[in-house]
């Protein structure tokens, strides 16, 4: 079955990095695209990033661009988020969640919160 | 950007009644492949998201089939014909027709 577990969450402070994994299993990883969507605390959904299934192509949200950057190693099954300068308005969970004419499946998402 | 709009944002719902929300994309979903990639999530509280629907009308492995999409363009709609317990939580719809991909604000579906 289709497994999503993203890890690498955590507390930081304003202006600084953190990255976030998304192992994969179940399914050729190397086959589809994979998105990164967040939400804020009591919030809604929200897009991220996206990257094609050989990283050829990336896509980001306004919010994000040129601070957070998405790749991926297929030969580990692994999706990630190198997240930088990073802001208070950047908390949230993050889902990792693969596409298919949709995001059809999506991990459990790790807390990332970002204070002083 | 295309702004999704849902109506409406919170729907009290009697068990075993029909519930219908509204999503209003701001320009036309219908992407250069003929496709239009616009889905329904379901997340229940403290979970995931869970796709439901996807190509406007096409139920994703495993959702019951009183959960229904129709629509077209611009206009588009999730119906659940019977409500039950378990489909409380918040229902978004989302287009992944022209980047940036964008969400509904979300509705919120509880038991009265």
């Known amino acids: 079955q289709v497994q999503l577990v993203e890890s690498g969450g955590g507390v930081v402070q304003p202006g600084r990095s953190l990255r976030l994994s998304c192992a994969a299993s179940?399914?050729?990883?190397?086959?589809?695209?994979m998105h990164w969507v967040r939400q804020a605390p009591g919030k809604g959904l929200e897009w991220v990033a996206f990257?094609?299934?050989?990283?050829?192509?990336?896509y980001y949200a306004h919010s994000v661009k040129g601070r957070f950057t998405i790749s991926r190693d297929n030969s580990k099954n692994t999706l990630y988020l190198q997240m930088n300068s990073l802001r208070a308005e950047d908390t949230a969970v993050y889902y990792c969640?693969?596409?298919?004419?949709?995001?059809?499946?999506w991990g459990q998402g790790t807390l990332v919160t970002v204070s002083s | 950007d295309i702004v999704m709009t849902q109506t409406p944002l919170s729907s009290p719902v009697t068990l075993g009644q029909p519930a219908s929300i509204s999503c209003r994309s701001s320009?036309?979903?219908?992407?250069?492949?003929?496709?239009?990639?616009l889905s329904w999530l379901q997340q229940r509280p403290g979970q995931p998201p869970r796709l439901l629907i996807y190509?406007?009308?096409n139920r994703f492995s495993g959702v019951p089939d009183r959960f229904s999409g129709s629509g077209a363009g611009t206009d588009f709609t999730l119906k659940i014909s019977r409500v039950e317990a378990e489909d409380v939580g918040v229902y978004y719809c989302?287009?992944?027709?022209?980047?940036?991909?964008?969400f509904g604000q979300g509705t919120k579906v509880e038991i009265k």
């Open positions: 969640a693969k596409e298919q004419d949709g995001p059809d499946y």
């Open positions: 179940g399914f050729t990883f190397s086959n589809y695209g």
């Open positions: 990257m094609s299934y050989d990283g050829s192509h990336k």
């Open positions: 320009q036309s979903l219908v992407h250069s492949d003929g496709n239009t990639y």
């Open positions: 190509k406007i009308s």
């Open positions: 989302m287009q992944g027709t022209q980047l940036p991909h964008t």
